[in-house]
């Protein structure tokens, strides 16, 4: 198993991936980099764990738009749809916790 240095908001993690997909997990890396990039001149500084969990949510944001799935319709969208609003609250919060989890690890590595 290959491992590859992805640098996110000037700090090194080391992350292991498949032989052969160091490339690919270190463009990955750079388009994280560039999401906190982003959101450290919006909100400033506020901890590594809050700006990977902004950041990822983020790209989960994008990858919903692409998708054609809403992530974060009006309520009236979600009742009229028959999504039940609370499931997808607890839904989005139990990704959060999830990735705030991989922050975690990733900053005792």
Do not use: F, W
């Not at 990704?95 to 975690?104: K, S």
Request: net charge negative; with cysteine.
């Amino acid at each position: 198993m290959a491992q590859v240095e992805v640098t996110i908001n000037g700090r090194g993690y080391l992350v292991a991936c498949d032989d052969g997909q160091e490339n690919h997990v270190a463009r990955l890396g750079q388009y994280l980099d560039q999401k906190v990039s982003v959101l450290v001149k919006s909100v400033g500084q506020v901890g590594d764990a809050r700006l990977l969990l902004m950041a990822g949510l983020l790209v989960a944001d994008e990858l919903s738009e692409r998708s054609g799935v809403p992530a974060a319709p009006a309520a009236a969208a979600l009742n009229g749809a028959g999504i039940d609003e609370a499931a997808l609250a607890d839904t989005l919060n139990g990704l959060a916790e999830r990735i705030e989890a991989i922050v975690v690890a990733l900053e005792q590595d």
